[in-house]
């Protein structure tokens, strides 16, 4: 998101800046602009280097604190997760705060997910004196309730937060420290990155805990589903892909598919419907259920190609899968942006049977490649896919799961249908510049309405 959206506000005449760690696998150039800005966590000091790389017409600023970003993961290593990624994102919103106090000058702050959830609250409460803030905003956007950046309490000492705000109303979230909760309490205005996920989210079922706040701060809380990158993403011009088509003509989809299934070591039959997942091998992508459907699948005469890493025993459950089918199902253990790229464009049809997705972007990627999606209807899969363009189920179940399948294998067996539909999909647009349009709409009010309130 953070590669496209500030370019898509810049090309909307906003002036953007984006603030992110230094990580060891950032590989751009040191431009370094400010060689020691002293950035303090509460009793902890440390000093930061800035680097500045122009994008698009978007600066980056990255915050370059080896002790804190130089490592092997971006939040945990083998070992687990980092023991101090409570000051490690503290840091980065004081090095945000520092940077917009003597570099560049924001009127909103648009903070992303727990990593970012204290600046709200150093804003408000770390910084009520300094008028250089006095009428700066901050907007929350959350990409996935489920990661809350939840702490011991005892991490309240180490942040520089007063214990005053240590309390249910406050930054309590059941005896522990919650920064994400922080960002829900103390930003002017939130979003998240779907409408459906922004109403699921307040309730129990997909609340992690949090749907009575979020219900009670449901004023301020808007869905705005995410864009895509379709100069990444198109079959006209993809780099990755051995042929290219369109919807004007799809002829060479099917070559597309045969490389992909001699890559994947199955039979050359371009006739047999094939079904592809891509996607992180976790309890909320579905995968379970993914995994106990290929069976059924194979037994109705398709074929299936996955490419996903996660959970070790969901790795496991997919290797038994392509063992025990091995004319029929290719299982790929990894991540491979380029694989991603040959199975969209391969594929005749994407699986996504999400317990929750906030956004999703296989799904949409899909609808551009032409690969019909079969997805449950949840968060950003419900609001992305149709009736005509893809096929939906409802219930969390095997049954559910398999009958929307089945809808979708059958409608493949009648070609001209198939390319009415697949062509359907591949006129969606969900490019960013309508979703920059909603942000810059919400910073709008965000302004208006934290006017009233601190003034
Ligand atoms: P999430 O962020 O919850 O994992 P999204 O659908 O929003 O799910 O985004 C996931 C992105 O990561 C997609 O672009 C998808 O293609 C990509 N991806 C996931 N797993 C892999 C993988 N093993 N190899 C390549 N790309 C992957």
């Known amino acids: 998101m953070l590669g496209s959206l500030p370019a898509a506000l810049a090309r909307l005449g906003d002036t953007v800046g ?24 509460g009793p902890h000091s440390f000093t930061a280097g800035i680097d500045q790389v122009v994008r698009h017409g978007v600066r980056y600023f990255f915050v370059d604190i080896p002790a804190l970003y130089d490592r092997a993961g971006l939040y945990y290593d083998a070992g687990g997760d980092y023991g101090d990624n409570h000051i490690r994102f503290a840091a980065l919103c004081q090095a945000a705060i520092g940077i917009a106090r003597h570099i560049f000058h924001p009127s909103v702050f648009h903070a992303h997910d727990w990593q970012a959830g204290l600046l709200p609250l150093y804003l408000r409460e770390n910084f009520r004196g300094d008028p250089t803030f006095f009428k700066t905003r901050t907007v929350l956007t959350i990409h996935n309730l489920g990661y809350q950046g939840n702490f011991p309490a005892g991490a309240l000492r180490d942040l520089g ?30 979003t998240t990155v779907s409408p459906t996920y922004a109403r699921e989210i307040q309730t129990p ?26 100069s990444e993403w198109n079959p006209e011009h993809d780099r990755y892909i051995p042929a290219h088509y369109s919807a004007r003509d799809l002829s060479c989809k099917r070559a597309c598919k045969l490389a992909l299934l001699q890559e994947a070591g199955l039979p050359a039959d371009t006739g ?7 996607s992180r091998l976790a309890y909320q992508k579905g995968m379970d259920l993914a995994a106990a459907a290929v069976p059924w699948i194979v037994s109705q005469g398709a074929a299936v190609v996955t ?19 091995p004319q029929s199902v ?49 968060g950003g899969l419900e609001d992305t896919v149709d009736e005509e363009t893809g096929f939906k189920f409802r219930d969390y179940t ?9 809808a979708a294998l059958s409608a493949y067996r009648n070609p001209a249908d198939w390319a009415e539909r697949m062509k359907k999909g591949m006129a969606k647009d969900f490019s960013w510049e309508a979703s920059a ?19």
Not at 18 to 41: F, T
Not at 309 to 321: I, Q
Not at 441 to 446: E, I, K
Request: hydrophobic share 45%; charged share 20%; net charge neutral.
């Open 161 to 190: 937060i007063h214990p005053a705000l240590f309390h249910p109303e406050g930054v309590e979230f059941y005896g522990r420290l919650s920064l994400l909760k922080a960002g829900i309490i103390w930003a002017d205005a939130i």
């Open 437 to 455: 349009r909603q942000y810059q709409a919400v910073y709008r009010s965000a302004s208006r309405s934290a006017a009233e309130h601190h003034f």
């Open 307 to 325: 490419l996903g890493s996660g959970e070790g025993h969901l790795e496991a459950v997919f290797r038994g899968l392509e063992a025990a089918h």
């Open 398 to 406: 095997f049954e559910a799961c398999t009958g929307a399948i089945s």
């Open 205 to 230: 079922e997909f609340g992690f805990g949090m749907d009575g706040l979020l219900r009670s701060r449901a004023d301020k809380l808007t869905g705005i589903l995410n864009g895509v990158d379709y």
């Open 272 to 278: 047999k419907p094939l079904l592809a997942v891509i």
């Open 330 to 378: 290719a299982v790929n253990i990894g991540y491979d942006e380029a694989l991603s790229h040959r199975i969209e464009a391969g594929a005749d049809m994407f699986l996504m049977p999400s317990r929750y997705e906030p956004c999703g972007l296989n799904q949409i990627y899909s609808l551009r490649y032409g690969t019909v999606p079969v997805v449950r209807a949840t």
């Open 18 to 41: 984006v603030v992110a760690p230094r990580y060891r696998g950032v590989l751009l150039p040191r431009e370094r602009i400010w060689d020691a800005m002293p950035v303090h966590v």
